[in-house]
Nanobody, 122 residues
Framework: QVQPVESGGGLVQAGGSLRLSCAAS????????MGWFRQAPGKEREFVAT????????SYADFVKGRFTISRDNPKNTVYLQMNSLKPEDTAVYYC???????????????WGQGTQVTVSS
């Protein structure tokens, strides 16, 4: 079983940067695709980025392309989301998820973290 734990959220001004981390407590981390999703107040959870098991395949939501970068370090059982040029509309709880395949669909992920709050002030 995989238990993702997110960290790195916080308050940042518009135009600033944050790096989220997600550590997964499993010896089989390298077998899983990982995804980042977010949920803003009053809105549905939405896809942000995903990376396949070995980092060779990446995919992003259109609204983060060129600003966010997903990466992973399998020996450290960790996936990252580098967020640059942050906007107030990026404010949300960011969730990390693990699943068998890389996908933009939340239903394809079996294990979810508790989330980390990102707040971008204008």
């Amino acid at each position: 079983q995989v238990q993702p734990v997110e960290s790195g959220g916080g308050l940042v001004q518009a135009g600033g940067s944050l790096r989220l981390s997600c550590a997964a407590s499993t010896r089989t981390f390298a077998n899983y695709a990982m995804g980042w999703f977010r949920q803003a107040p009053g809105k549905e959870r939405e896809f942000v980025a995903t990376i396949n098991y070995n980092g060779g395949q990446l995919s992003y939501a259109d609204f983060v392309k060129g600003r966010f970068t997903i990466s992973r370090d399998n020996p450290k059982n960790t996936v990252y989301l580098q967020m640059n040029s942050l906007k107030p509309e990026d404010t949300a709880v960011y969730y990390c998820a693990a699943g068998p395949v890389s996908s933009g669909a939340a239903t394809m992920y079996d294990y979810w973290g508790q989330g980390t709050q990102v707040t971008v002030s204008s």
